[in-house]
């Protein structure tokens, strides 16, 4: 974004707070536009035909440094690039790096299908929501243009994910295109070698296109020749080199490329960044599965923090998948979002008096961790927040925050003796330590849970309802 | 959007011909490379994609792109970057000392020292690799089963723990953690605590760090009592906190000689603050490392990162409260349940897989991130992990410049790799 503060938005607005964005008055619009909260399009008057060279410069001053791109179609289509910024903190990065998991041309049908559907249909459950990966890159090891079509067919014609058709070889490509063009797919890649023909194709078809090369120059080369050929929807690969000198200047590539886009704002270079961890496999070979994994996963991690947009991917064991994508939800959640959820005392299902009381703190990963694993094994029961300044229970007790007094006054000002008959309470097992002060500072049996709240099923089962006596 | 002006794809074309077994279309020449002749109508204009298909059809090879052709060769373009120069630098520390140095270590390990943002060598050389010491406790402890395994010969004996790590895992340093002494765990005596650390000092001769077990009543008289008992070795003292009385364990390790961490909680404030406090206690710039807190993949890992970037870009901009090496505790890592939980307690979920390939990747995920925001220092466990964090780093710090040119792989053909292993 070109404008540095709200004042510089709010001249090309009509300033007449007419209030149809929904604020009260152009300048809280204009700060919204500045940390990107609100689209243009919600200030209504500014389409009007008199508006309308202010508008275009406008649009043309907010559009985020590096340019958007979107591949694929429908509800999965997915947007990478349009970041603004090269540390998370200063405002927050906007499109989460794609992952994209392989497949291959050279596959029987059956392997093909299980491999396609379980990179689908993957999922994993994360703070309030499942977490999903994004793409499916299809190589062509064969080199023959029929079998690739053929892929690209069966692939198609079974996921919605967008999709990667990668070969340096125009004729397999444009196969592929043949096949899948109807659905967005981004082209890898072009290179020095092929670069004209890949050009005509991608503007035949109307796809973005993958630019790779690892001199630098040569990229930037690539770059200006297609923009200036009205080819914009690019993705540059600066080459993924997994081990040794090799890895360190592929990582200072990465690193130069984007600061020359933001802070200089380098036209030729302000493009989305492909990684290619799956690189780690050509040095570890099949054979050595896990540890090839591992060093997949390394590499994704240090690209997945470093300003690559979208990656390709070879893993789709378990672990693999689970930290990759774990790790991109860490990267990419909006750091202005609240660390606490209010205190109080929650409600999980339909619980009687009879229903169990735990305890958690009001750090809202915590929060709805616990929650989470209440809810989804219905277990009707009241969870007590306490407010230990959004600390996790571990460090909490550490740190003092989660403390007897705390757990006192949480039980005393949420009234929590009159919701249940039982007056016991289960705190985390990471809160074990405070047990017995708690029992002599508040009156309340208390019992002590598991570690994790994942285990709270399991505990139920031998602990609750409580022994009588005990 | 796509291709709405098309009528006919030449894929139609293609399949339409293929239906009606069509090997030869009549009345049908080719001029040349690209010119083309339908029926009756010489000279029409086609779409370069249907002369295309026309032409594999018929078996022609195949021309240049016609767009290619009509662009020439590629725009000329270099790429420039600016190099970034910070006004702030790291504080260097070493930990560790030598017989010449008072101590009876073998070498020493230093750490800090940066101008740069980590691992951007082409604004300013990082000066010391990142180094990773390997825990031990004081007794048994419950531990993740892919942990667990590795350790489960020498729990009973801090000094054979620590050897091993050296030995077997090729630890640079080790931590001893003083867990015991915990009130609510077995409330050992600072005396036993010190004792302990002696046997660590005997076992080993890499630098060690010493922990006490994070009981803030109980802390400062163990370290007290270990910091005296390690006088001279130029330990480093984990930790001083703002909710304890940090200055007796800043004296001790004054006075015998060690270097200290200033622990705070995901707080760049408290940071300063009791970092402040310490420069008042007369502690040396030198003898002060920084723990700003770690947190799991998953579990406040984005608060970690963002809060230790945080404080390295203040650093290097000149904030001199803030200007030191960052100690990571990325055992924590195993907190995370994806670490060690057998399955998912969420039923929706896909399958975890294998709790055991879980575990070391949350850890080295999460060592990483932290390495990559500003980290020195690396307290780990799982012996495979802090295998793969040292390589990671140690290949971004430069370490291997100059070795691997002849190993490079050709990354292009990744897009083609069949499984095998690829040296070049
Ligand atoms: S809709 Fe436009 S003109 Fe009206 S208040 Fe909002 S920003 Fe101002």
């Known amino acids: ?470 | 959007m796509r291709k709405e002006e098309k009528k006919l794809t030449l894929a139609d074309i293609a399949r339409f011909l293929e239906k009606y077994d069509v090997l030869e279309l009549e009345d049908v020449t080719i001029k040349g490379d690209v010119e083309l002749e339908l029926g009756g109508s010489p000279g029409v204009a086609l779409p370069p994609a249907l002369i295309q298909a026309l032409q594999s059809l018929m078996g022609v090879q195949r021309p240049q792109a016609p767009e290619g052709k009509e662009l020439g060769e590629l725009l000329p373009a270099r790429f420039e970057a600016a190099r970034a120069e910070w006004a702030g630098k790291i504080e260097e520390v070493t930990i560790g000392a030598t017989r010449a140095e008072g101590g009876t270590r073998e070498r020493t390990v230093t750490i800090g020292g940066e101008r740069s943002l980590p691992f951007y060598n082409f604004d300013f050389e990082m000066p010391h690799k990142p180094v990773i010491s390997l825990d031990c406790f004081d007794m048994p402890i419950s531990l993740a089963k892919a942990v667990r395994e590795h350790y489960e010969d020498v729990m009973e004996d801090p000094g054979e723990w620590a050897k091993k790590n050296v030995r077997e895992f090729g630890a640079e340093m080790v931590t001893i953690h003083l867990i015991s002494t915990d009130p609510t765990i077995k409330n050992t005596s600072a005396r036993d605590a010190a004792k302990t650390v002696e046997d660590v000092l005997q076992a080993v001769k890499v630098p060690i760090v010493i922990g006490g077990s994070g009981n803030p009543d109980k802390d400062p008289e163990v370290l007290e009592a270990a910091a005296e008992a390690a006088a001279g070795e130029r330990c480093l003292i984990a930790s001083a906190n703002l909710n304890m009385d940090y200055e007796r364990i800043a004296k001790a390790a004054l006075k015998h000689g060690h270097v200290i961490i200033s622990w705070t909680q995901l707080d760049i404030n408290a940071q300063k603050t009791l970092n402040r406090y310490l420069f008042k206690l007369g502690v040396p710039r030198e003898d002060i490392v920084i723990d700003p807190t770690t947190a799991a993949l998953g579990y406040g890992l984005d608060y970690a990162f963002t809060n230790i970037e945080r404080m390295r870009l203040a650093a290097l901009k000149g904030d001199k409260d803030l200007a030191f090496p960052i100690s990571c505790g990325i055992t924590n890592a195993w907190g995370a349940r994806e670490a060690w939980m057998k399955n998912s307690p969420i039923k929706e979920d896909s399958d975890w897989g294998p709790a055991r390939y879980r575990g070391p990747l949350y850890e080295i995920v999460t060592g990483l991130t932290l390495g990559l925001a500003g980290g020195d220092m690396f307290m780990m466990m799982h012996p495979q992990a802090a295998r793969t964090v040292k390589r990671v780093t140690q290949m971004l710090f430069g370490a291997e410049r100059g070795d691997d040119k002849a190993q490079k792989v050709e990354i292009a053909d990744w897009v083609t790799w069949a499984g095998e292993v690829v040296k070049k």
């Open chain 1, 1 to 470: 974004m070109k404008l540095r503060s709200p004042m510089e938005i709010w001249g090309y607005l009509p300033g007449t707070n007419c209030g149809e964005c929904g604020e009260k008055t152009c300048l809280a619009f204009a700060s919204l536009l500045k940390e990107r909260k609100r689209k243009l399009e919600l200030c209504t008057p500014l389409f009007e035909a008199r508006y309308a060279e202010k508008r275009k410069r406008l649009a043309e001053l907010l559009a985020p440094e590096i340019r958007e791109i979107e591949i694929g179609v429908g509800a999965r289509a997915k947007k990478i690039g349009g970041e603004d910024v090269l540390h998370r903190h200063e405002l927050t990065f906007f499109n989460r790096t794609a992952l994209a998991y392989d497949v291959w041309d050279t596959m029987d049908a059956e392997e093909l299908n299980e491999r396609v559907r379980r990179i689908t249909e993957w999922r994993k459950f994360y703070i309030g929501d499942f977490l999903t990966v994004d793409a499916i890159a299809i190589r062509s090891i064969s080199g023959d243009a029929g079998r690739f079509a053929e892929c690209v067919r069966a692939v198609a014609a079974q996921t919605d994910l967008p999709i990667v058709l990668c070969s340096f070889d125009a004729n397999v490509l444009e196969a592929g295109l043949k096949e899948a063009a109807d659905r967005n797919p981004l082209v890898y890649a072009a290179d020095k070698a092929n670069w004209k023909e890949v050009l005509g194709l991608v503007k035949r078809y109307k796809v973005p296109v993958t630019l790779f090369s690892p001199d630098l120059d040569t990229l930037s080369s690539l770059a200006l020749t297609f923009s200036s050929a009205g080819v914009t929807n690019l993705v540059l690969d600066p080459g993924t080199y997994p081990t040794g000198e090799g890895l360190a200047e592929s990582f200072s590539r990465f690193l130069r490329i984007r600061r020359a886009a933001i802070l200089e704002e380098k036209k030729v270079v302000t493009y989305p960044l492909m990684a290619v961890p799956l690189t780690a496999w050509m040095r570890y070979g099949a054979e050595n599965a896990l540890e090839a994994s591992y060093w997949e996963a390394a590499i994704a991690s240090v690209f997945i923090i470093k300003y690559a947009d979208i990656m390709i991917l070879h893993s789709i064991e378990p672990h693999s998948m689970i930290a990759e994508r774990t790790l991109v939800a860490n990267i990419y959640t909006d750091p202005r979002r609240p660390v606490s959820v209010e205190p109080g005392l929650r409600e999980i299902g339909a619980p009687t008096e009879h229903a169990p009381l735990f305890l958690t703190t009001n750090f809202a990963l915590t929060y709805y961790t616990v929650e989470s694993d209440i809810s989804s094994n219905k277990i009707d029961s009241y969870l007590l927040v306490v407010d230990t300044e959004g600390i996790g229970v571990e460090a909490a007790v550490a740190g003092g925050q989660l403390n007897v007094g705390l757990i006192k006054e949480a039980l005393e000002s949420y009234k929590v003796a009159e919701k249940v008959n039982h007056k016991t309470l289960v705190i985390p097992g990471l809160a074990a330590r405070l047990s017995g002060e708690t029992e002599d500072a508040t009156g309340w049996t208390v019992l002590v849970g598991p570690r994790d709240s994942g285990r709270i099923p399991d505990w139920m089962t031998t602990n609750w309802p409580p022994k009588s006596g005990s």
